[in-house]
């Protein structure tokens, strides 16, 4: 491989660490006693906000890369047919635990 491909797959992986980066930089999660948010964006913000009392149960998935950097899926099951996924999400293990702990 000559300097030329070793320097594309140099930026391909860098601009990849930077988007990566920047959405974790731009994602919020709280968890009160009262309600869970999520909020993510910057410039287009997309919140979702579920009452705990409506939540009936977490769901955790991750990779076989996820369990090793520790990230996953969150899916909040909520009263009725209604659900929501929180992609990539740091420790989802901790974050499923604090949630079903209130």
Not at 36 to 59: A, C, P, Q, W
Not at 87 to 99: C, F, G, M, Q, S
Request: proline share 1%; charged share 25%; hydrophobic share 45%.
């Amino acid at each position: 491989m000559d300097i030329v491909g070793v320097v594309i797959c140099f930026l391909i992986a860098a601009s990849k660490f930077v988007r990566a980066w920047f959405k974790r930089w731009t994602t919020q999660i709280v968890v009160t006693d009262r309600r869970v948010l999520y909020i993510r964006g910057f410039i287009k913000r997309h919140t979702i906000e579920i009452n705990m009392d409506k939540i009936e149960s977490v769901d955790v998935d991750q990779t076989v890369l996820g369990r090793f950097l520790n990230f996953g899926d969150v899916q909040l099951h909520g009263t009725g047919t209604t659900w929501e996924l929180l992609r990539d999400v740091d420790r989802p293990l901790a974050l499923r635990n604090e949630i079903t702990a209130r």
